[in-house]
């Protein structure tokens, strides 16, 4: 694997994690463009890191970005005078943990579908809210 290809893998991936990152922004949540895009590239990194120069087991590195990006994911949801606020925020950084993570491994169309997957269902909530003022 040269590492031009392993670069292309790290570029492809914070594309990817902007696009979801952007509509994160527009929608105006806690975590936009600059996280997504950085969690994205950063599950790539340490799965092309790890592979590629260290040799070691994908299934321990998709395990260790899973724990990982808990973390991140619980400093996006805000509980606020009993609302709960950021939990689809914090599933979409860890969606794009697992798409850096694909990407990392060489899948490049499962790491386009699951983009296109992404954007389609956070854009249904465009739907949810025209649902709720018919009632």
Avoid at 76 to 92: D, F, H, K, L, P
Avoid at 94 to 105: F, H, K, R, S, T
Wanted: aromatic share 6%; with cysteine.
């Amino acid at each position: 694997m040269s590492e031009a290809e392993l670069i292309v893998r790290l570029l492809l991936s914070a594309a990817l994690g902007s696009l979801i990152g952007l509509e994160r922004e527009l929608a105006q949540k806690i975590a936009g463009l600059r996280t997504h895009s950085l969690v994205c590239f950063g599950a790539c990194l340490f799965t092309v890191t790890s592979i590629y120069y260290f040799s070691v087991d994908p299934a321990r590195i998709a395990s260790a970005i899973v724990a990982g990006i808990g973390f991140i994911g619980a400093g996006a949801i805000v509980a606020q005078r009993g609302n709960i606020r950021g939990v689809t925020t914090a599933a979409s950084l860890w969606a794009v943990a697992g798409i850096g993570l694909v990407i990392g491994v060489g899948g490049y169309l499962i790491g386009l579908a699951a983009t296109a997957i992404a954007l389609v269902i956070l854009e249904s909530r465009k739907l949810e809210k025209s649902k709720s003022k018919d009632y």
